[in-house]
């Protein structure tokens, strides 16, 4: 059974740091994306791992800035963000990819059904 779940969100100040962690995915889960969403806009990708850990890619929104990790040991996955930014302020989302696929999203020229979500972890930079 999978359930997602998010931690490390908070408020922060622009220019500063938070480490998002998400838990409760199988290890073997082949995509892992962390989402995001402000009031009034589309949910978008930030950040996407594949392949079991590997390959990583970044909106360019975020480029530069935010890093995706996942560690295999603890059957976590990271969003490192630094030098955060006021329109960085939304509520985030874990997702990993179902094995029959779900909510469709092309992200980074890869198209990825994503059965499972988290509840989400808000962020506020002011």
């Known amino acids: 059974h999978v359930q997602l779940v998010e931690s490390g969100g908070g408020p922060v100040q622009a220019g500063g740091s938070l480490r998002l962690v998400c838990t409760g995915f199988?290890?073997?889960?082949?995509?892992l994306t962390w989402f995001r969403q402000a009031p009034g806009k589309e949910r978008e990708a930030v950040a996407s791992?594949?392949?079991?850990?590997?390959?990583?890619n970044y909106a360019d929104s975020v480029k530069g800035r935010f890093t995706i990790s996942q560690d295999k040991a603890k059957n976590a996955l990271h969003l490192q963000m630094d030098n955060l930014r006021v329109e960085d302020t939304a509520m985030y989302y874990c997702?990993?990819?179902?094995?029959?696929?779900?909510?469709?999203?092309?992200?980074?020229?890869?198209?990825?059904?994503?059965?499972?979500w988290g509840q989400g972890t808000q962020v506020t930079v002011s």
């Open positions: 997702a990993a990819e179902g094995p029959d696929g779900g909510t469709w999203y092309k992200f980074g020229g890869i198209r990825v059904g994503f059965a499972y």
């Open positions: 199988s290890d073997r889960t082949l995509t």
């Open positions: 791992i594949y392949i079991y850990g590997h390959f990583p």
